[in-house]
């Protein structure tokens, strides 16, 4: 499963969709810190069980980045750095558990500025 991060079925608080042409959909999702958020529908999953989720993000300097699948406790992904800009995508994995039927993921950072995203692949 591939999703956006500017996909229209996302819920957005407080976050902007940006212009990228050298991102995935053409934009990604900025302006994510406090009380900002991200959330990801994943639906019709088959099977309970961990995964791996890829998040393709951009970033000028290290930020961190706060994962909470189902509304459970945050994953921090700190110090991501990405490629020194704005434009130039990079990528982390974190493993998370996802349960049958539907799951929400959400991206945040509620201390600082997280990187901007762009696209997620669960696996």
Not at 92 to 116: M, Q, W
Request: include cysteine.
């Amino acid at each position: 499963m591939t999703v956006n991060a500017t996909d229209s079925g996302n819920t957005r608080a407080d976050v902007q969709a940006v212009d990228c042409p050298t991102c995935a959909a053409g934009s990604r999702i900025a302006y994510l810190a406090g009380a900002s958020g991200l959330t990801v529908p994943v639906n019709d999953v088959a099977v309970a069980g961990t995964r791996t989720l890829t998040i393709l993000y951009e970033s000028d300097g290290a930020r961190d980045l706060y994962v909470s699948v189902n509304g459970g406790a945050d994953q921090q992904l700190a110090g991501l750095t990405g490629r020194g800009d704005w434009e130039t995508p990079a990528g982390t994995t974190l493993r998370i558990t996802l349960e049958k039927g539907s799951n929400t993921l959400l991206f945040h950072n509620p201390v600082g500025p997280a990187p901007d995203l762009d696209q997620f692949s669960i696996r």
